[in-house]
């Protein structure tokens, strides 16, 4: 045992001793750029069952029966029939049960939510349909059931409801449910004889994140809110664009009652055929009210991004028929304008008085729109000009973002052209310009100073879509993680020039995904955070006012030359007078680091936040949820009449955070 610790002493001593003491210097008096409020966000995409399935609380599948094949997510059985003349325009089918004819006969509908539908211990659910009885009333019994149970009964819970009268009409019960259930389907029985008309069948929690009624996931918002995002991109990606025009996300689409929404497709139903999910559809449940609502809930300024009038180019390359002619662009330019009216405009004006019907008469106080999604090339070019000629001239305080594109840098061929994306941003005048970066281990520890030599003049950095994909290695291990917390440092360094960043996917539904990594996982039930997930929130609950210098032999620390892969940055933070260092060491080996803070002269204790782990492939999964989470620390430094000192050991693959008081 004695041996064992001797030669684990060694191995670390000589390791020690193998980089020696890298000594940094952070200039605690020369305040920077300020860090805006915006710099850490989400960015959410309904992609791998992010919204229905996800964050939007609706547990039933095709509640209106509008996914192109009618019954899709239902099993009806007995005497049923679908019908097309509902009470809502633009979701007009419902189904009719009528009798079976015979006592010991059925009618009725199973629907299986999405993978299942999840319940609670003790959880209460509202259960509402519009319905009507056209011959005379009628009933229906409600259960949830569990198909696979070994009791007596599937069903774990049943309440019945008398449908009454000709007319259309919204029937609401509460259920509770006496067991935790991931995967139980909600079954809907005839009752008696008489036929009962049933459409947009609803099963919502009751107690959804803020309790609104159509309202969000409450673990999933929460662990949002728990972010501290200052910027909320939504509602995409790709599916603003749409494989086709005909099926970009349409946010007007979004509003008003939800039984009048009318179904969207989503590109990622078909995106891979390794991953399919035929049944992928998109209800606008969460629409674009929502997601205002949700910014201003988790304290994240809204950024929506809208069509420019161009369909998914990945889906479409160089077919410009497929995108909207440039003479036809008037629609969505009005998209555009009507959407700031919509979140900004006084609750008399047209679309501000729709935004106060739903419930919200003071306006979302927008400053961002992002036009274009993706896109890159004359298309987008061309098209993005009139847009910004009339968000300009009507509403000239809104931020416009546009793109370079879904890479980061030329790529030998050009094809998606970043380079002259940005030119062509800045010719623009856009006032940030969204990047797209899914790269490996080597590119992270390679670009660590990929913002120092951006052009300080020109439009800001919005980092809309970036995450470390582990060659060989896609999904959410320990060691991308680390790389990005790395990469991150190059962020805050910058804050003048690199104004937002959101990393991306947001969202996964452990039993339906078709992109990862991502930052949060879900069932139906239960849920857990990546690792990237805690180093985006430590880098936001410790974000600070102002860069300091900090620099190793006069030269910003991002794994240069004589570095041994050290990434380090540092924060005035003037609300709590504290200065925030972060540092990742990406070596392989501990490492000792000595930190000299001019202008400190009064030796204490350091908080810290450390992320650490042993396993580079391990991550965090819905059964070990916890598996890998920061930890908080404290350390001591010492200071003399100059400055202050604080050394430290830091682990191999590690992220530390100190918060130093002044
Ligand atoms: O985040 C997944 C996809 O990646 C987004 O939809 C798209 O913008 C990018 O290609």
């Known amino acids: 045992m004695k041996k064992r610790l001797l030669l684990s002493m060694i191995v670390l001593t000589t390791a020690l001793m193998s980089f020696g003491q890298s000594t940094m210097e952070v200039n605690t008096k020369k305040l920077g750029a300020s860090i805006q409020s915006t710099m850490y966000g989400i960015f959410f995409e309904d992609i791998n069952f992010a919204a229905d399935g996800g964050l939007y609380g609706e547990l039933v599948k095709n509640r209106s029966f509008e996914f192109p094949q009618a019954l899709m997510g239902w099993q009806a059985f007995g005497c049923f029939d679908v019908e097309d003349d509902g009470p809502f325009e633009r979701c007009p089918h419902y189904v009719v049960l009528s009798d079976p004819g015979h006592p010991d006969r059925r009618s009725g509908l199973v629907n299986e939510g999405y993978f299942g539908i999840g319940v ?43 449908i009454k009268g000709k007319d259309w009409k919204k029937y609401t019960i509460n259920i509770t449910s006496p067991k935790k259930d991931k995967h139980a ?123 420019v009038g161009m369909a998914c180019q990945y889906q479409n390359w160089n077919k410009e028929s497929a995108h909207q002619p440039m003479d036809e662009l008037k629609p969505y330019i009005d998209d555009c304008l009507d959407l700031i009216e919509f979140a900004n405009g006084p609750a008399n004006s047209k679309w501000g008085k729709i935004r106060a019907e739903m419930g919200h008469p003071a306006p979302f106080n927008m400053k961002y729109i992002g036009v274009g999604n993706e896109q890159w090339g004359e298309f987008y070019y061309e098209r993005l000009k009139p ?21 980061p840098e030329d790529v030998p061929d050009n094809t ?72 991150m440092t190059g962020f805050e360094r910058n804050a003048d020039v690199v104004h937002m960043t959101t990393p991306a996917p947001l969202f996964s539904h452990v039993d339906g995904w078709q992109w990862r990594p991502d930052q949060i996982w879900y069932d139906n039930t239960d849920m857990f955070k990546t690792v990237s997930y805690y180093v985006q929130q430590m880098y936001a609950t410790n974000a600070g006012t102002n860069v300091l210098p900090l620099t190793m032999d006069k030269k910003p620390v991002a794994n240069q030359a004589g570095q041994n892969g050290l990434f380090a940055s540092a924060a005035f933070d003037s609300k709590t007078n504290e200065v925030i260092i972060k540092i990742a060491n990406t070596s392989k080996q501990p490492q000792a680091v000595n930190f000299q803070l001019s202008d400190i002269k009064t030796g204490g204790t350091a908080k810290t936040c450390t992320l650490f782990h042993q396993g580079m492939d391990d991550e965090n999964t819905i059964c070990k949820p916890e598996l890998i989470t920061p930890k908080a620390g404290s350390i001591n430094y010492t200071a003399d009449k100059k400055q202050a000192t604080l050394s430290d050991e830091l682990p191999p693959m590690s992220f530390r955070i100190y918060r130093i008081k002044k």
């Open 120 to 162: 609670d211990k003790d959880e209460t659910y509202r259960f509402s349909v519009w319905a009507k009885a056209p011959k005379g009333d009628g009933a229906i019994r409600v259960q949830l059931i569990d198909e696979n149970s070994m009791e007596e009964k599937q069903e774990f819970v049943e309440k019945e409801i008398d």
């Open 185 to 307: 389907k909600l079954r809907i029985f005839l009752k008696g004889t008489n036929s009962v008309a049933l459409e947009h069948i609803s099963l919502f929690p009751v107690n959804t994140f803020k309790n609104r009624e159509n309202g969000m996931r409450r673990d999933l918002a929460q662990a949002l809110a728990d972010l501290k995002p200052g910027i909320f991109r939504f509602p995409g990606g790709c599916i603003v664009e749409g494989t086709d025009l005909a099926t970009r996300y349409q946010w007007k689409n979004t509003l008003g009652p939800v039984e009048n929404r009318p179904l969207n497709g989503n590109r990622w139903e078909h995106t891979f055929d390794y991953r399919y999910y035929p049944d992928y559809y998109q209800s606008y449940g969460l629409g674009f009210f929502e997601f205002f609502q949700l910014s201003e809930d988790i304290g994240a300024e809204p950024l929506p991004i809208l069509n």
């Open 387 to 407: 847009f910004v000629a009339a968000i300009r001239a009507k509403y000239p305080e809104i931020k416009i973002v546009g793109t370079s594109g879904p890479v």
């Open 416 to 487: 998606y052209r970043f380079e002259d994306g940005w030119k062509a941003m800045k010719a623009q005048k856009a006032d940030l310009v969204d990047e797209h970066y899914y790269r490996n281990e080597e590119w992270f520890l390679t670009h660590g100073l990929r913002y120092d030599t951006y052009d300080r003049k020109g439009p800001k950095v919005f980092a809309g879509e970036y995450a470390c994909h582990g060659e060989g290695k896609k999904w959410n291990h320990y060691e991308a993680a680390i790389l990005e917390a790395a990469f």
